[in-house]
């Protein structure tokens, strides 16, 4: 049986589970504790108090409260997916986002397999998915379709794994967070006659 922390992050309750039993150096136990993907959006120093700490047989540890300095673990999440021609769509992120690997000719391509753009169901192909180059629209990524999008409908983007399990576009902390995995209805292009 393992041990059970309670971390209070700001007024947000991080509760986690972890083993001493097996983490020893010497005379000495210690515990690894892991933060949950998307709990941390930005970098900088926090304040944790651990808790509640037991051992299954009995004994509960003092609160102990500690700064740490902690990196951004938050996936960047799309706040506008919007049809901006008739075989595009942009979507703009909450954050700076670029390829896994920057080199893109190739990204473009293989990151298209990581978006499923749909109209009433029915799938068009993303033969591209192009990040702009510079800092001021580095929180786009224009979906370039093999086809026109349908004049009626409703237009969705799936944000999904590739074939191998990736997602191929990532924000820029040093934690490589890839864009997170969820789905979107676009707002259509307005033609004005």
Known sequence: MGYIGVFFHFCKIIVIEFDAGNSVIGDQQYAIFKIPQDSIQQYGNYEFTVKGVAHPDGGTMVPVTTIVRLEDVFRPVVINAEQTGLKQIKLTFNEPIRYFVDTEATDAHAAADNFIVKVNGVSLTVNT??????????????????SEIPSSGTITVEIVKDSNGNILVIDKADNKNPIKEASYEVTRLVVLD
């Open 129 to 146: 998915a192009v990040l702009p180059v510079g800092p001021d629209s580095d929180r786009e990524i224009t979906l370039n379709l093999g």
